[in-house]
């Protein structure tokens, strides 16, 4: 029998988070190297089957399968496709980095990196099940962490409200999805929450209709959708630094993917039938999020409104329903965890020093911190899709796609959002990072430590290899969105 | 020794009683041997629960002792999770100063776990009023055991008050079933209720009433804040746990044996009823600033979702109010006494006595983070599974709307354990100096908290073997 990998994957977070909260509240340097240690080990599985993954054969691969309860057909069932596997990689980066970038926690590290894991595990999960109960267990694994790590470890101003909003709009979401979750399972007759089972199963056009908006939608919500994006900005200015990256990186990417997989894939109708407003809604998204973005002064709520525009040119890939769309979608899926998260790491970086995300207030820092603002840099032509970057591999098959579907002038409009990134971007880029540092900073900046570095050093490296080789990722996703395509039936 | 088997940890429980009482004239009341009695029960039960697990388990279902009794999987099942729950909830009465050195009080939760067990198998309109009432007053009493405390004495006042309208009630039903049928078999009623419509439908919404108050269901739950909040914590938890699944036991055997013909009707009005349960007791709960009564509102809630597994009245249905209502008692019996350790140390129930909890016992915090995220029906603990099943049975049975109403419910749970929460891991105590007042837990109390958190834990991973329990408890019914 072959390494069971997945499983070790999601359950090595989880396992270290159990050991971690073992620990004597004292011991807050062996909580760090442990913590350190579960992370790179996380990495390297992940890297192992990034690259082991058959790109050529395609399909589920690394499927392992346990008897969970047979009795209504649940199963500890694992595997990943082509969608799939760039996000097991994406976590096991967010993770890795946003250990090193935490390095600093002094309250209560023990419980910060225990929820922290668990968090990590639930997402793993996620990314890695083909059971639908399992992929809702794992869902809510992820998300109620989430509540305690924005409430203790966040900004004091806002975290209770932040982190109850969010908390709330996800678990609305995910319960709603739920019903619709078990209404497939007994409408199919074929008793199992089996995703392979499930997408062979040819579910009425009525009844796919009725229910694939449910059920998109309320994933959709942790991917950010509008009107659904609200508690997403609050949330990540409320959160610690490596929770926003975790959160923006990862999490955003769990609603994208459980819609794609639960919504898209399995209702392939409703998916054709409703895919016109939730392109709307994703234009909404990319324009609004843009300009919103573009006049906030708080350095943490422009990546933050960012991200909404970003994670609505995914779901716009997913709602074009083509090969090209689907796969920017994927790809920008991964371009923009580790883009937002190395944003995010850099905010934190400077807000740790400078006491202040007020843009208006800070200056100048490229002296002290000449490497966040290399990173900065480098995450802002990302993000405007500057090609050489992996913005670019990723943005440019959406509009592709966009242009191939019948609201093709939707890409006209969705491209004003590009120039808006560009000015909004490069603005902070020039406020924060150049100008003259105002007189209070001077001498007060200490420089970055050698974790921070590692952890900027390794985004950039991924968001610069797949803007400049996107055959590292591309083959991967494309092999993903063949399958889509033959449940779509070749549209 | 297969006559004495359907009532075999019946017989255990009441030579447990006896020793109690026997052994409490010769246990010295200083401070040393104080925790004796108490071990002592707990242990008594644990062997009670072993010895019926491996000798007295039953095989086909049968009516014995002249149908006064069914030997069956569901009515053995529950009585297993009561003698759990009492022997957990002896654990937490030896931290209760008032309850810890009297042998009475130990003597009463063995009678009401007595009643209870009794209830669970009662097959006979006459057996199930007596087990009703000798669990009930046993239940009073220790409602109002704190003498010293007017809150206590309200309560169990207010408790036997409320016990005795509904057992009138319920009384009241049963003579209507017996006067028109002249039967008293649960089974044998059975048979003529097809006939008569309208007495089907009178002596039900009788009988739903006085069981509606025993798992506290809308509108019969007035009692429970006030009598959880005043009687003492772990009294709270077994009434909150053991007294409601004995509820449901009662309610599931009567709805499967004999309405079966009149549920077609009644489902609507249990969906209604299960709605309300559900959302009064949530939205209340929104505004409660006591933990104990925010709890008390919160298992009135429960009871709704339990309720929903009953409306779905399928085998699937039953299933997930058995498995439910194993979820649900491990769950709040730890929360509970997590309160009653809390409650001793600071003197206090309010939402600010868990001022910087986590900084003051952590593991204790984590306990709390447990029960509450399980109640709140968060994975990995058991409680997601619970209403996992409860809702899948529902949509099962073509209730998708109660299933939605169901989920939405849960949404506003989960706002108000989390708010709890924020007490415990947020706030600080005033001064910030919270390594200054440790919160000791006694060994009794941790052993516990450690049985019931490592219990939520697994049934909400490993949950297949304890599915597989419920079914075929729940197969026993039909």
Known sequence: MQFPFLSVIVFIPLAAGLIILTYKPEWKKAVRWTALAAGLIALALSFWVYFAYDKAVGGYQFIEKYDWLPALGISLHFGVDGMSVPLVLLTGVVMATGVMISWGIEDRPREFFAFLFILASGVFGVFASLDLFMLFFFYEIAVFPMYLLIAIWGWVKTREYAAMKLTLYLFVGSVIALVGALVMYFTSGARTFDLLVLETVKFTPEFQKTWFLPVFLGFAVLGGIFPFHNWSPDGHVAAPTAVSMFHAGVLMKLGAFAALRVGIMLLPEGAKFWAPLIMSLALVNIVYGAFIASVQTDFKYVIGFSSVSHMGLVMMGFATLNQDGLLGAGLQMFSHGVMTAL???????????????????????????????????????????????????????????????????????AAISIVVTASYVLLVVRRVFFGKMPEEFEGHIPPINVFDKTALVLLMAFMIGIGLIPALMEPWVLSGVRHILALLGGV | MNFVLPIFPEILLLALGVLILILDPFVKRDEARRPFLGWFTAAGLLVALTLSLLLARPAEPALVYGGMIRFDGLGFLFKMFFLFAAAVTALFFMDEEKLARRAEAY??????????????????????????????????????????????????????????????????????????????????????????????????????????????????????????????????????????????????????????????????????????????????????????????????????YALIGVVAFSQL?????????????????????????????????????????????????????????????????????????????????????????????????????????????????????????????????????????????????????????AEQAAATLF
Request: no cysteine; glycine share 10%.
């Open chain 1, 343 to 413: 944003f995010f790491a850099v905010v934190g970086m400077v807000y740790d020093r400078a006491h202040t995300r007020d843009i208006p207030k800070l200056g100048g820092m490229i002296k002290p911190l000449p490497l966040a603002g290399i990173g900065l840099i480098v995450g802002s032509l990302v993000s405007m899709g500057m090609p050489g970057f992996s913005g670019f591999v990723a943005e440019f098959p959406i509009f592709r796609g966009i242009w191939h579907t019948d609201l093709w002038w939707m890409a006209l409009i």
């Open chain 2, 107 to 304: 003597l009463l939760l063995v009678a009401a776990t007595l009643g209870m067990s009794l209830m669970a198998s009662a097959a006979d309109l006459v057996m199930l009023y007596l087990s009703i009432e000798t669990a009930s007053i046993p239940l009073y009493v220790l409602a109002g055991f704190m003498k010293e405390d007017d809150k206590s004495i309200e309560a169990g006042f207010k408790y036997m008050l409320f016990g005795a309208m509904a057992s009138a009630v319920l009384l009241y039903g049963f003579s209507l079933a017996y006067g028109f049928t002249g039967e008293t078999g649960l089974y044998a009623l059975a048979l003529h209720f097809g006939d008569f419509n309208l007495l089907a439908a009178g002596v039900t919404f009788l009988v739903l009433a006085g069981l509606a108050f025993k798992v506290s269901a809308f509108p019969f739950h007035f009692w429970a804040p006030d009598v959880y909040q005043g009687a003492p914590t772990p009294v709270a938890g077994f009434l909150s746990t053991a007294s409601k699944a004995a509820g449901f036991a009662v309610l599931m055997r009567l709805f499967t044996a004999v309405f079966p013909a009149v549920n077609a009707d009644w489902s609507l009005i249990l969906a209604i009823l299960a709605t309300l349960t559900m959302t009064v007791g949530n939205l209340i709960a929104l505004a409660q600033k006591n933990v104990k009564r925010l709890l008390a509102y919160s298992s009135i809630s429960h009871a709704g």
């Open chain 2, 317 to 469: 249905g039953m299933t997930s109010v058995a498995f439910y209502l194993i979820a649900y008692v491990l769950t709040n019996l730890l929360a509970f006494g997590v309160v009653a350790i809390v409650g001793r140390v600071t003197g206090s129930d309010e939402f600010s006595a868990y001022n910087g909890l986590s900084r003051r016992n952590a593991p204790l915090a984590l306990a709390m983070l447990v029960a509450f995220l399980s109640l709140a029906g968060m994975p990995p603990f058991v409680g997601f599974i619970a209403k996992f099943y409860v809702f899948l049975a529902a949509v099962n049975s073509n209730w998708v709307w109660l299933a939605f109403v169901g989920v939405l419910n849960s949404i506003v749970g989960l706002y108000y354990y989390l708010n709890v929460l924020k007490y415990v891991y947020l706030f600080r105590m005033e001064g910030e100096d919270e390594e200054k007042h440790p919160v000791p837990v006694s060994r009794p109390v941790a052993a516990a908290v450690v049985v019931l958190a490592v219990g939520i834990l697994l049934l909400g991973t490993l949950f297949g073997p304890w599915f597989g329990f």
